[in-house]
């Protein structure tokens, strides 16, 4: 996980809003998507590597399943665990997810997910559930602009899980600061912090912006 893929993983997630996918030197792109849920996302293949990549907020359904704030359990329905995620996202998540396992050839090694904003949050829930389903698989997430996922617990367990994680926030992004940590939500991963001075209180939609976040990313890097 090094800067060029970081920045590599950015360009992938703000051309996620696009119609056209460019191949980027991909045997294929497979979009998968739900219409009733206003989901997309886009599945590239390269021998023995697979990227999943998740658009983020672009429709009137995205922003009600965003500020759905209450919780869900997981993994799918089992009540015995105290991991709870956030249902909105989950419910949007479990809309694709079946046409991404099916896309995910038996001989790959490594799948990479990443998404900014929504796109991010459902990378996380991807992730987890990629390598909770495909053990041998070993399993990158890069988040963009990302909302807290799930409770203390699922937090704890995703980052035994998917250790690889990074997570890179641009200044005062409010969607990183949503939902509420009051409201029992916590962050995953490794953050990145770029930009602007980080502060408690402060918060811009400005710097959301997948340019913003390229531009920010790339001055730290280089």
């Keep these: 996980m090094n800067g060029s893929e970081m920045l590599h993983m950015l360009e992938l997630a703000s051309i996620a809003y696009r119609d056209n996918q460019p191949l980027c030197h991909c045997s294929k792109v497979i979009l998968v998507e739900d219409k009733e849920t206003d989901t997309e996302c886009f599945v590239r293949i390269r021998n023995e590597n697979v990227s999943i990549t998740?658009?983020?907020?672009?429709?009137?359904?995205n922003w009600?399943?965003?500020f759905c704030f209450a919780k869900a359990v997981i993994p799918y329905d089992n009540e015995n665990t105290d991991i709870r995620v956030h249902a909105g996202f989950l419910r949007t998540y479990k809309s694709v997810r079946d046409k991404i396992h099916a896309l995910i050839p038996p001989g790959a090694c490594r799948v990479t997910v990443t998404g900014h904003s929504l796109g991010s949050a459902l990378a996380v829930l991807c992730a987890v559930d990629i390598q909770y389903n495909f053990p041998h698989?070993?399993?990158e997430a890069y988040l963009f602009g990302c909302p807290r996922v799930g409770n203390k617990a699922f937090a704890r367990s995703y980052n035994k899980r998917v250790f690889k994680t990074l997570r890179?926030?641009?200044?005062?992004?409010i969607v990183a600061k949503v939902p509420p940590a009051l409201f029992g939500f916590r962050h995953v991963g490794i953050n990145i912090h770029?930009?602007?001075l980080l502060l408690p209180f402060a918060v811009s939609f400005e710097a959301h912006?997948?340019?913003?976040?390229y531009r920010s990313l790339w001055y730290q890097l280089h």
């Design 209 to 213: 912006r997948p340019q913003n976040y």
């Design 54 to 61: 998740f658009r983020g907020t672009d429709s009137r359904i």
């Design 194 to 196: 770029t930009g602007v």
């Design 168 to 173: 890179v926030t641009n200044g005062n992004d």
């Design 137 to 139: 698989k070993d399993v």
């Design 64 to 66: 009600l399943n965003d």
